[in-house]
């Protein structure tokens, strides 16, 4: 047994103890067989839309650059159990968020469209009612549908929950795992991830016998926080990162181990992503929400599939996480999003398992955007906006003309040398596009201004956020 259960003083209830002993037993040691599902051509992803058995899974890794998994080249072993589904599913090269503040990036996944197309950007926005978001489409074709998240800035006051008919915040475990961190006495989140797999067992074991939309919000790595058993790495800064993410992983062997215990591997989409990566000085700052470069902008998206692909499919042209939910109701033929941005990579996943060609994008407005003054109250918003026409990435804040620089994504991927200066007409052609999405007013209804109580703010900050009256 692992030290997750070792860290348990035991419930008062023989039952409960035993269930938190296997729970935790499990999470030490979860080895998946990922041939718990059939094998199965590519081209069958389009007999998915034909099948009224299908559930998703949408897994949201708060934090989550994808540069530090194995699957994406690191060369720590962060993420054996993500790495194996990688390898039997469709794992996605290059992906940009569309923000490095959790709120606007999300408010981009959720309605599919780029930030100047919802306009959430700062602390008091919020997703208005009159949204259709992808979790009303499933409540509406009959899908039980649960969000469990730890993370303040996608509380049902910011209008999140949409379309949910379970939307909670898990308490934390009056027992709780031996939890290390990076800082500690620092504000911090209470609970840990495993609250989270608690709650998405109990969601699982109540909801398999029909069709389910289940997301889960991780925050731990975030948070840097993680079980002794993940202390792999170290104790600087990034090991702690570092080992966060492996106790995220464990967590979602945990997740995967209840879908093949349960019966309903070879019919659920699992989907993991993440909302913005996080800093470690490559431009002169950690953490994240700061700005759009690279390391907090370029996050995972891989696709666990019902069924395992013969051979790892890997779609190499940057894609967007707009293109997440109108990819997954495409894949189940459901109903589209109203006014979409994104569009289905199901193209693009046939390609690349064909060994075609992979017809890069060509946005026509900015992909990313970040108010940087977006926690300061009554302060004018000072937007910095990206424009990518590959291999080209135009970083500017229009409110500061002499801030703008351009990257050579294909030789520079990691955004340290600017040729602004070296490519004027590159710059010419590109900026107009931000300007554009400066002048361009968000959807109409898109947005809501909300009142946050002192209560509200507190929480905010315990995430490490500051935000000044
Ligand atoms: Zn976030």
């Known amino acids: 047994m692992g030290r997750a259960v070792g860290g348990r003083r035991g419930g008062r209830f023989l039952s409960l103890a035993i269930a938190l002993l296997v729970l935790g037993g499990v999470l030490s040691q979860v080895r998946i067989r990922p041939a718990a599902r059939p094998e199965r051509d590519a081209s069958e992803l389009l007999a998915l839309r034909d099948r009224d058995d299908v559930n998703v899974v949408f897994v949201l890794v708060d934090t989550l650059r994808a540069d530090h998994l194995g699957c994406y080249g690191y060369e720590r072993d962060t993420s054996p159990i993500l790495d194996r589904f990688a390898e039997v599913g469709v794992r996605f090269a290059r992906v940009r968020a569309q923000s490095s503040y959790t709120k606007t990036s999300m408010a981009s996944i959720w309605t599919a469209a780029n930030p100047p197309g919802h306009g959430i950007y700062r602390y008091s926005h919020a997703l208005a009612e009159g949204l259709r978001l992808p979790a009303e489409i499933f409540r509406d074709a009959g899908f039980a549908t649960a969000g469990i998240y730890r993370n303040g800035w996608v509380a049902p006051n910011f209008g999140f929950g949409q379309g949910f008919d379970v939307y909670v915040r898990p308490a934390p475990s009056a027992d709780p795992v031996r939890a290390q961190r990076r800082a500690p006495g620092a504000p911090a989140l209470k609970g840990t991830d495993l609250d989270v797999t608690e709650a998405a067992v109990e969601f699982l074991r109540g909801h398999a016998h029909r069709r389910f939309l289940l997301y889960l919000h991780y925050m731990d790595v975030h948070q840097y926080l993680y079980e002794e058993e993940s202390a792999l790495f170290g104790t600087r800064y990034v090991d702690a990162y570092d080992n966060a993410i492996h106790w995220t992983d464990r967590n979602l062997g945990r997740l995967f181990k209840e879908l093949v215990d349960l019966g309903v591997m070879d019919r659920t989409l ?35 599939l019902p069924f395992r692909l013969p051979q790892p499919v890997v779609v190499e042209p940057l894609v967007r996480n707009i293109d997440i939910w109108p990819t997954v109701l495409d894949l189940l033929g ?39 003054t977006w926690g300061r109250v009554g302060a004018e918003p000072t937007v910095e906006f990206s424009v990518t026409e590959w291999p080209w990435r135009l970083l500017a804040i229009p409110s500061d003309p002499d801030l703008v620089q351009l990257y050579q994504l294909a030789e520079d991927p990691g955004e340290q040398r600017d040729l602004a200066g070296a490519h004027p007409e590159l710059v010419a052609r590109l900026l107009p596009r931000v300007e554009a999405a400066v002048a361009g007013e968000p959807l109409p209804g898109a947005r809501e201004e909300v009142e946050l109580d002192e209560m509200r703010l507190q929480q905010l900050r315990a995430l490490g956020y500051v935000i000044k009256r």
């Open 334 to 372: 459901l109903p589209p999003l109203p006014g979409a941005e994104g569009r289905s990579l199901v193209p693009l996943i046939l390609a690349a398992a064909r060994g075609e060609p992979q017809e890069p994008l060509a946005p026509r407005t900015a992909e990313a955007a970040l108010d940087l």
């Open 270 to 304: 699992v989907v993991i992503a993440s909302d913005h990566g996080e800093a470690f000085y490559e431009h002169g700052s950690e953490g994240h929400a700061r700005n759009l470069y690279a390391e907090v902008t370029l996050v995972p998206l891989v696709l666990s």
